[in-house]
């Protein structure tokens, strides 16, 4: 079956420029993640979103960031005004409806590159 | 401090070497753990997970917790070089209207052919 897609698979923007990077996650599905991966450090959590409830925005670095999820489905990621800072590989996972435990279903990640 | 750490590495083995793959951790609430593999250029893959003290094997993956001392571990027996991939470790535990999970750092691994 399908799974995860981010468009685009890369992005090289200017400084100062707004990027938008795009998660189709696993139908049915109801958690969606956005990580953030620079070269040798773990998954920097960006934002959290479970069915209906609010978001969990605890990880977004700075107000420049924000995310939306259309119908419990697709979701954006927005960079405004991106610096050299943001290059790095962002990643957007999905889960099944809350389980026993949490498995979470990795894209391919958007590698972005702000020049 | 960070709540999980993980030595990144690189660790270089010959082809067939037992691989052990560490993560330590501060907060005790963990419930489950969890051992994600990440090939050059694409997402993690859950690998394994667990959700108590002890042992689970998967073929040649054997996972291990030891929750009094806040240390998990993955072993890859008779390693081979399509195991070289970046291993991350994560800890889960459910909250209020979902889970928080956290990443390690991840241990970068080259099996030598």
């Known amino acids: 079956g399908a799974g995860v897609s981010q468009s685009p698979s890369n992005k090289v923007t200017e400084k100062g420029k707004d990027v938008e990077l795009r998660c189709d996650p696993i139908s049915g599905h109801t958690a969606l993640y956005w990580y953030r991966q620079s070269l040798g450090q773990g998954l920097e959590f960006l934002i959290y979103f479970q069915g209906n409830s609010a978001p969990d925005k605890s990880g977004l670095p700075s107000d420049r960031f924000s995310a939306e999820r259309t119908g419990g489905s697709v979701s954006t990621l927005t960079i405004q005004r991106t610096q050299q800072e943001d290059s790095a590989v962002y990643l957007c996972?999905?889960?099944?409806?809350?389980?026993?435990?949490?498995?979470?279903?990795f894209g391919p990640g958007t590698r972005l590159l702000v020049l | 401090q960070k709540e999980v750490e993980q030595d990144p590495g690189p660790l270089s083995v010959p082809e067939g070497a037992i691989v052990s793959l560490n993560c330590t951790y501060s907060?005790?609430?963990?419930?489950?753990f969890m051992w994600y593999r990440q090939y050059s250029r694409k997402g993690p893959e859950l690998l394994m997970y667990t959700y108590s003290s002890g042992n689970k094997e998967d073929g040649r993956f054997t996972a291990q917790v030891d929750k009094s001392s806040k240390y998990i571990s993955l072993f890859i027996r008779d390693s081979q070089p399509s195991d070289s991939a970046t291993y991350l470790c994560a800890m889960s535990l459910f909250l209020t209207g979902g889970f928080k999970t956290i990443f390690g750092a991840g241990t970068r691994l080259f099996v030598k052919a």
């Open positions: 996972a999905s889960s099944p409806p809350l389980f026993r435990v949490e498995t979470q279903y």
């Open positions: 907060n005790s609430a963990f419930q489950y």
